[in-house]
């Protein structure tokens, strides 16, 4: 009976595909979270240069800004489980030699930008392909709770992953994080193994990638809402979102931390956010 007052609360989570989503991914994004602050403050702690995070930053995200929109043309036309299966695990093996790089002592501030460099690629076509993949999981009716909840999960991490990823730094180093990061990879890839997924039935029309491009701008810009939402958007992840950036900065030059106080700071930084994106995915959502 409490299981289904909850399930009715969150339609989402009776699929059974999306739960297994939700648990490889949360598994997966603690991993990455703790990579996330092992990396600043390694990258920080090599010359003690906040452009060094500028540059490691800018080398991951550059790839998502340029290449983001014509993925998403090209995710809707592959089989979108495959492509996660091969980013995934691109993404572990990235994860563990960088993680093997730093246990031996044999990293830079310009091989972590080049590693940074390659996630973002990579990213670029995994993060369409996995938003994406939402609705193969749910269907259209209980997309707008699967988003939400999606949102709650990687907010939940990024409450729990900095956390642990500080005490480990301070006890073992960074090299640990990267390495726990690359296992747990393992636990979103065993989910997408493990889903049942019917037979695609979309037929894909073959359309060169600048159309599909210029199709969806066009989509977007006459649309006011997606058009001002993703405005905003921009605005606030470009002006706003980016001092996560300096934190390894300012726990140790104004606050005086350790890795662990770092951590503690990304911590407290996530609890606001997976308390309201919960709130959202308790909401009834109309897709009408």
């Given at each position: 009976?409490?299981?289904?007052?909850?399930?009715?609360?969150?339609?989402?989570?009776?699929?059974?595909?999306?739960?297994?989503?939700?648990?490889?991914?949360?598994?997966?994004?603690i991993?990455?979270?703790?990579?996330?602050?092992?990396?600043?403050?390694?990258?920080?702690?090599?010359?003690?240069?906040a452009?060094?995070?500028?540059?490691?930053?800018?080398?991951?995200?550059?790839?998502?800004?340029?290449?983001?929109?014509?993925?998403?043309?090209?995710?809707?036309?592959?089989?979108?489980?495959?492509?996660?299966?091969?980013?995934?695990?691109?993404?572990?093996?990235?994860?563990?030699?960088?993680?093997?790089?730093?246990?031996?002592?044999?990293?830079?501030?310009?091989?972590?930008?080049?590693?940074?460099?390659?996630?973002?690629?990579?990213?670029?076509?995994?993060?369409?392909?996995?938003?994406?993949?939402l609705?193969?999981?749910?269907?259209?009716?209980?997309?707008?709770?699967?988003?939400?909840?999606?949102?709650?999960?990687?907010?939940?991490?990024?409450?729990?992953?900095?956390?642990?990823?500080?005490?480990?730094?301070?006890?073992?180093?960074e090299a640990?994080?990267?390495?726990?990061?690359?296992?747990?990879?393992?636990?979103?890839?065993?989910?997408?193994?493990?889903?049942?997924?019917?037979?695609?039935?979309?037929?894909?029309?073959?359309?060169?990638?600048?159309?599909?491009?210029?199709s969806?701008?066009?989509?977007?810009?006459?649309?006011?809402?997606?058009?001002?939402?993703?405005?905003?958007?921009?605005?606030?992840?470009?002006?706003?979102?980016?001092?996560?950036?300096?934190?390894?900065?300012?726990?140790?030059?104004?606050?005086?931390?350790?890795?662990?106080?770092?951590g503690?700071?990304?911590?407290?930084?996530g609890?606001?956010?997976?308390?309201?994106?919960?709130?959202?995915a308790?909401?009834?959502?109309?897709?009408?």
């Amino acid at each position: 009976m409490a299981l289904s007052r909850f399930l009715a609360g969150f339609p989402a989570l009776r699929h059974r595909n999306f739960r297994l989503f939700i648990v490889g991914q949360g598994t997966s994004l603690i991993g990455y979270w703790m990579q996330s602050v092992a990396q600043g403050w390694l990258v920080y702690r090599l010359e003690e240069r906040a452009l060094d995070l500028g540059k490691v930053a800018f080398a991951g995200y550059l790839p998502i800004l340029l290449l983001a929109p014509f993925a998403g043309v090209i995710a809707d036309h592959l089989p979108r489980r495959r492509v996660l299966v091969a980013t995934q695990t691109v993404l572990m093996l990235l994860a563990a030699t960088l993680g093997v790089l730093v246990r031996l002592d044999r990293v830079s501030v310009p091989l972590v930008v080049a590693f940074a460099g390659a996630t973002g690629l990579v990213s670029a076509l995994d993060v369409p392909t996995r938003q994406s993949f939402l609705v193969e999981m749910v269907g259209p009716e209980d997309l707008p709770n699967a988003i939400a909840l999606n949102s709650s999960i990687f907010n939940g991490a990024r409450v729990v992953g900095p956390a642990i990823a500080g005490t480990i730094v301070r006890l073992a180093g960074e090299a640990p994080c990267f390495l726990l990061n690359a296992l747990s990879y393992l636990a979103v890839l065993a989910a997408l193994l493990a889903m049942r997924l019917p037979a695609d039935p979309r037929v894909r029309h073959p359309r060169a990638l600048r159309a599909g491009f210029f199709s969806g701008l066009r989509y977007v810009w006459g649309t006011p809402v997606l058009r001002d939402l993703l405005l905003l958007l921009g605005i606030v992840c470009g002006l706003g979102v980016q001092y996560m950036i300096l934190m390894p900065v300012f726990a140790r030059t104004v606050f005086d931390a350790g890795a662990e106080g770092y951590g503690l700071l990304l911590t407290a930084a996530g609890i606001g956010s997976m308390a309201s994106s919960l709130q959202l995915a308790s909401r009834r959502c109309s897709t009408e």
